[in-house]
């Protein structure tokens, strides 16, 4: 995103530049995260951490400052899919291949004891979290008034986050998938963008794309149950 900035700017004659939009209570808890790192126990973990959230604080900041119309704000959204779709083509294949593998210089990771993807995130948690986020949008766009190429990508993100989310085997994302669909569902037929049929019908399109992982899904929800009963039992 700031690449294509920087590139119009210099490519442009006469332009000014835009005044940045600095969150400055972010900026300062930034200050503060990026100092703790200095008496972390785990400094490879911390400074992951903080890259993670200068990431998220630089789309921030990008977000407020340079996007104006809806063009704008729709090419933000489309590398945000593309995004998606890139970390489930780096976490399926070693979820396929049950082991780490090394793809384009960076490692996909996977947790063969618990059969979880962590993808190029480090952590099925992260990954889950990162995935649960963004499916709400990927649907919501579907809905919307764009363009076919946009909701084709909006589509394909859906699908690669919906696999690669079972595999994080994280059920508080699922938890938070299954509700933020719910809620987007709801919503769009009280407002009446949709009919009530959309939200059911794309209810019963996500229930068969996740029928060929029942097993897996029921093996986790029934693990953790057991999980609860031995520790009550002790």
């Known amino acids: 995103l ?33 100092l703790s790192t200095l008496n972390a126990i785990d400094v490879e973990l911390s400074q992951f951490e903080l890259f993670l959230l200068a990431q998220a604080f630089l789309v921030h900041v990008y977000i407020a ?45 996977f947790e063969p004891d618990s059969g979880r993807a962590s993808g190029t ?18 649907a919501g766009l579907m809905l919307a008034k764009v363009s076919r190429g946009l909701k084709a990508l909006a589509v394909v993100a859906f699908v690669f986050g919906v696999i690669t989310l079972i595999f994080t085997q994280s059920r508080g994302a699922w938890i938070s998938f299954t509700l933020s669909m719910t809620f987007l569902g709801l919503a769009a037929w009280w407002r009446g963008y949709i009919s009530l049929r959309v939200p059911i019908l794309t209810a019963l399109a996500v229930l068969l794309l996740v029928v060929p992982f029942a097993s897996l899904i029921e093996n986790r929800i029934t693990g953790a149950k057991l999980t609860v009963r031995a520790a009550d039992e002790n």
Do not use: K
């Open 65 to 109: 400052s340079f996007l104006r119309t809806r063009q704008d704000i729709l090419f933000a959204v489309a590398l945000v899919f593309v995004g998606v779709i890139l970390e489930a083509i780096m976490a399926l294949p070693s979820v396929a291949m049950g082991r780490s593998v090394a793809i384009a210089g960076t490692v996909s990771q």
């Open 121 to 138: 995130l480090g952590s099925p948690i992260l990954l889950a979290s990162y995935l649960a986020l963004l499916l709400a949008p990927c």
């Open 2 to 34: 700031y690449a294509s900035w920087v590139i119009g700017f210099l490519v442009r004659e006469h332009s000014t530049p835009r005044r940045v939009r600095t969150n400055w209570p972010l900026a300062v808890y930034m200050g503060f995260v990026t």
